[in-house]
């Protein structure tokens, strides 16, 4: 098991509780370096991986008329921009029937003035549901 995030001590944290089974790796997705990182360690494992499971979030509530260009870019720099590029560059390493989850928000029904740009990054699934789910094309689909 492999996990992520910005800061070290919540990831030390996580790993102290989850066990020796995980491995915390510092970064943040809104960096593709970062990323890089990440599946250069996941892949130097040469196991692929069974489930990505993406909780990117990042919040901080403003009414419309305070919003600024930061607020906008950290925001959908992270919740929108790093949880594509933390698939999309997942995909190679997924092994067949591998399941990608995608964690939304209950948050962005709250109706709020200052859960907008938030609840934009953040909006439920088609179905309705804070997850989205699917099941990753087979390996010869994703070269």
Do not use: C
């Not at 001590?9 to 066990?19: F, K, P, S």
């Not at 809104?30 to 069974?50: F, H, N, P, V």
């Not at 009414?63 to 999309?88: K, M, S, W, Y």
């Not at 067949?96 to 609840?119: M, P, Q, R």
């Amino acid at each position: 098991m492999f996990i992520t995030g910005r800061r070290k001590t919540e990831l030390d944290a996580a790993v102290e509780v989850i066990g020796s089974a995980a491995t915390a790796v510092i970064g943040d997705i809104s960096e593709l370096a970062d990323l890089d990182r990440l599946y250069e360690t996941i892949r130097s494992r040469g196991r692929g991986l069974d489930v990505l499971f993406a909780n990117a979030s990042v919040a901080a509530f403003v009414p419309l008329e305070q919003v600024t260009d930061e607020h906008f870019d950290t925001l959908f720099g992270i919740n929108v921009r790093g949880t594509l590029f933390t698939v999309q560059k997942a995909l190679p390493l997924l092994n067949d029937g591998a399941s990608v989850i995608l964690n939304g928000s209950t948050n962005v029904d709250v109706g709020d003035e200052a859960f907008g740009v938030y609840a934009a990054t953040k909006a439920p699934s088609p179905t309705g549901s804070p997850f989205s789910w699917m099941t990753a094309p087979a390996a010869s689909a994703r070269s």
